[in-house]
């Protein structure tokens, strides 16, 4: 079973940047996209970011122009390049498939955005 595994996240005051990988076990071919999704303390997970097998990307309105979702196909590896961050982006956050049926969920990073 394919694990995923979510790291980078930390502390960060409002303005700072972050960036996050998201490495798989295996392959992913069971997803035709990888998304990035957060969930904030007393709130359900939201969708974040997608990118498309094709390369073709989604954002999360809110975080447009200062998220970037890239992957490393040869490493099995997400990234989520985030900038200009702000205390409502602090969540943890996840990535998985970016639609059902979703991969076993990893445990999340922890990103912490102090104004």
């Known amino acids: 079973q394919v694990q995923l595994v979510e790291s980078g996240g930390g502390l960060v005051q409002a303005g700072g940047s972050l960036r996050l990988s998201c490495a798989a076990s295996g392959s992913t071919f069971s997803c035709d996209g990888m998304a990035w999704y957060r969930q904030a303390p007393g709130k359900q997970r939201e969708f974040v970011a997608y990118i498309h097998i094709s390369g073709s990307t989604n954002y999360l309105e809110s975080v447009k122009g200062r998220f970037t979702i890239s992957r490393d196909n040869a490493k099995n590896t997400v990234y989520l390049q985030m900038n200009s961050l702000k205390p409502e982006d602090t969540a943890v956050y996840y990535c998985?498939?970016?639609?059902?049926?979703?991969?076993?969920w990893g445990q999340g990073t922890q990103v912490t955005v102090s104004s």
């Open positions: 998985n498939c970016r639609r059902p049926p979703y991969l076993s």
